[in-house]
């Protein structure tokens, strides 16, 4: 079991830029990011692998998110830029070992507000 925490939410006009960090305590998981909005099912938003050779997005997202990490610092990032309304969500982070199907580990969530 890894232990995830996010930071960098906030507030945003829309056009506006965020960047999402996830700090894990331990490396060599692949890790992705998914967000919740009020009264919608949680979904997925970006993944990354262990070694960062390969990325995935979600089509909503695709060309103004970025997911990245940096293994020395066990972190994970997303860049989200061009923010939409819609955007608006708790995001939260997750983990899953290599040779695992789905995301088990989890982190508390950040909140991202885009106003209109």
């Known amino acids: 079991q890894v232990q995830l925490a996010e930071s960098g939410g906030g507030l945003v006009q829309a056009g506006g830029s965020l960047r999402l960090s996830c700090a894990a305590s331990?490396?060599?998981?692949?890790m992705g990011w998914f967000r919740q909005a009020p009264g919608k099912e949680r979904e997925f938003v970006a993944s990354?692998?262990?070694?960062?050779?390969?990325?995935n997005y979600a089509h909503s997202v695709r060309g103004r998110f970025t997911v990245s990490r940096d293994n020395a610092k066990n972190t994970m990032y997303l860049q989200m830029n061009s923010l939409k309304p819609e955007d608006t969500a708790v995001y939260y982070c997750?983990?899953?070992?290599?040779?695992?199907?789905?995301?088990?580990?989890w982190g508390q969530g950040t909140q991202v507000t885009v106003s209109s």
């Open positions: 990354i692998w262990s070694t960062a050779t390969s990325t």
């Open positions: 331990a490396a060599g998981y692949v």
């Open positions: 997750a983990a899953r070992c290599p040779s695992c199907n789905t995301f088990g580990d």
